[in-house]
T-cell receptor, first 117, second 114 residues
Framework: AQSVTQPDIHITVSEGASLELRCNYS??????LFWYVQSPGQGLQLLLK??????LVQGIKGFEAEFKRSQSSFNLRKPSVHWSDAAEYFC???????????????FGKGTKLSVKP | GAGVSQSPSNKVTEKGKDVELRCDPI?????LYWYRQRLGQGLEFLIY????????KSGLPSDRFSAERTGESVSTLTIQRTQQEDSAVYLC????????????FGPGTRLTVL
């Protein structure tokens, strides 16, 4: 069965430091990959997505992610973290059922990011 | 409105009662999704609508859960005879087309079953 693993439940980084959030997926074909961010009391907001093409994807708020097929990974990075980046981050893959035609997502359990001043 | 809206934002109910959760998707979005987020967990897919049809209901956790969509717009998720394990945040998302594409999420309904 498809799955998404986010190995880090909680990460704390200092403001201005670099950030990498890990995501591994299991998928038979070429995956559709997403990173969403959820701030307290807010809905999920899309940071970036990968469907095909360039494996380094740029997103909003200065985030980027790199698709590595050989490692089944789609790690999220940011060179310099801001206090406002404190939130929970979810990696997701488009489900394969019905050939992917439904478009429902399979999510990891999330990584909570705390930012130290 | 500009985004996906959900109501109520919070719902506290007693075990055994029925609840209805509402989702208003972005106007013109044909695809609509319901997800459940339990505390400390990722989102769990419940059901998908293309227009007013739900081709796949296999994600619904039990026959106490049902959903409908009318006018290719508003959707309601109904939970009958609520149980404590139904306590979660229920999120709705919509997309301009089915298949892999950006989903826009509402703020969710936090359901607490006492």
């Amino acid at each position: 069965a498809q799955s998404v693993t986010q190995p880090d439940i909680h990460i704390t980084v200092s403001e201005g430091a670099s950030l990498e959030l890990r995501c591994n997926y299991s998928y038979g074909a070429t995956p559709y990959l997403f990173w969403y961010v959820q701030s307290p009391g807010q809905g999920l907001q899309l940071l970036l997505k990968y469907f095909s093409g360039d494996t380094l994807v740029q997103g909003i708020k200065g985030f980027e992610a790199e698709f590595k097929r050989s490692q089944s990974s789609f790690n999220l990075r940011k060179p310099s973290v801001h206090w406002s980046d404190a939130a929970e981050y979810f990696c997701a893959v488009g489900a394969e059922n019905y050939g992917g035609s439904q478009g429902n997502l399979i999510f990891g359990k999330g990584t909570k990011l705390s930012v130290k001043p | 409105g500009a985004g996906v809206s959900q109501s109520p934002s919070n719902k506290v109910t007693e075990k055994g009662k029925d609840v209805e959760l509402r989702c208003d998707p972005i106007s013109g979005h044909t695809a609509l999704y319901w997800y459940r987020q339990r505390l400390g967990q990722g989102l769990e897919f419940l059901i998908y609508f293309q227009g007013n049809s739900a081709p796949d209901k296999s994600g619904l956790p039990s026959d106490r859960f049902s959903a409908e969509r009318t006018g290719e717009s508003v959707s309601t998720l109904t939970i009958q005879r609520t149980q404590q394990e139904d306590s979660a945040v229920y999120l709705c998302a919509s997309s301009s087309r089915p298949g892999p594409d950006t989903q826009y999420f509402g703020p969710g309904t936090r359901l607490t079953v006492l």
